[in-house]
């Protein structure tokens, strides 16, 4: 009984001592407008703490007034560890811009020029270079009528849709 009780203390403390780090990637074709609409939902937090690390810049994301650098560290590191693959050919991503929600982070990204889709490949290491191995990437893509969404959980680094 109180080998099982030790146990159950253990496995309490681990989990507090190593918490998940997970971000949401959610991609939506709205071929009416030839575009692929990105958003990069990340805990502020995590974000803040892999920009301070890679960059050694003074990071503060919260607030009412996101200052242009704090945009530009965004932005570097967003397409940095993002990129797409749509229909067997690179993309360039647009970056939009970013804005906080709460405790996180979401920033958007548009791919222009996509009228349709048949299948997206995704790189994605975001955080990778911070938590690597508790980070699970969450992804939704929404395509043709179709909802398909996978987990991309750090050493693996790519997610392939087909429509």
């Known amino acids: 009984m109180a080998i099982s009780m030790v146990s159950l203390v253990l496995q309490a403390l681990i989990g ?5 780090y997970v971000s949401l990637t959610d991609i939506h074709h709205n071929p009416k407008e030839k575009i692929v609409e990105v958003s990069v939902r990340i805990f502020t937090d995590d ?3 892999v920009l301070r ?3 050694k810049e003074i990071v503060n994301l919260s607030g009412d007034k996101h200052s242009p650098a704090m945009d530009s560290l965004v ?3 967003i397409q940095k560890n993002i990129g797409f693959t749509i229909n067997g050919k690179p993309c360039q991503l647009k970056y939009v811009g ?6 996180s982070i979401w920033t958007y990204l548009e791919i222009n020029g996509v009228e349709t889709i048949k299948n997206v490949q995704l790189v994605n290491t975001i955080l990778y270079d911070y938590k690597k191995a508790e980070q699970i990437n969450m ?3 929404v395509a043709n009528g179709l909802v398909l969404n996978t987990k991309i959980s750090y050493p693996s680094n790519r997610a392939t849709f087909n429509f």
């Open 139 to 141: 992804v939704n893509c």
């Open 16 to 20: 507090i001592l190593h918490p998940l």
């Open 98 to 103: 970013f804005e906080e929600q709460s405790e």
């Open 53 to 55: 690390t890679t960059t």
């Open 75 to 77: 932005k570097k590191y």
């Open 47 to 49: 974000l803040e703490a």
